[in-house]
């Protein structure tokens, strides 16, 4: 069973930083693909950004690409999101998502998701 943890959330002023973690339990994750998603108040899941594992491809939602960056860490099975020029719109609870094969998260069914992490961007 894979176990996604996430941390680095909390509140910011618009224009501020976060990054943002998120540490697999099972060492299988280092094969995986690996993606963030967000879900703002009243609104659906959306997907954030996604990075393959063996090669390092990146993919970004069109709404944060150039200001946020995904990288990871293999040795630590941990994912991050550097959020930059945070805007109010960005304030959503984020969740870490995990998955063999990239295009399942790219199509929203990841299989496997943290438990979320709350980013709130005041304006």
């Known amino acids: 069973q894979v176990q996604l943890v996430e941390s680095g959330g909390g509140l910011v002023q618009a224009g501020g930083s976060l990054t943002l973690s998120c540490a697999a339990s099972a060492r299988t994750v280092s094969t995986y693909a690996m993606g963030w998603f967000r879900q703002a108040p009243g609104k659906e899941r959306e997907f954030v950004a996604a990075?393959?594992?063996?090669?390092?491809?990146?993919y970004y939602a069109d709404s944060i690409k150039g200001r946020f960056t995904i990288s990871r860490d293999n040795a630590k099975n941990t994912v991050y999101l550097q959020m930059n020029g945070l805007k109010p719109e960005d304030t959503a609870v984020y969740y870490c998502?995990?998955?063999?094969?990239?295009?399942?998260?790219?199509?929203?069914?990841?299989?496997?998701w943290g438990q979320g992490t709350q980013v709130t961007v005041s304006s």
């Open positions: 990075m393959t594992w063996s090669a390092g491809t990146t």
């Open positions: 998502a995990t998955h063999p094969q990239v295009h399942q998260i790219l199509g929203g069914t990841p299989g496997y």
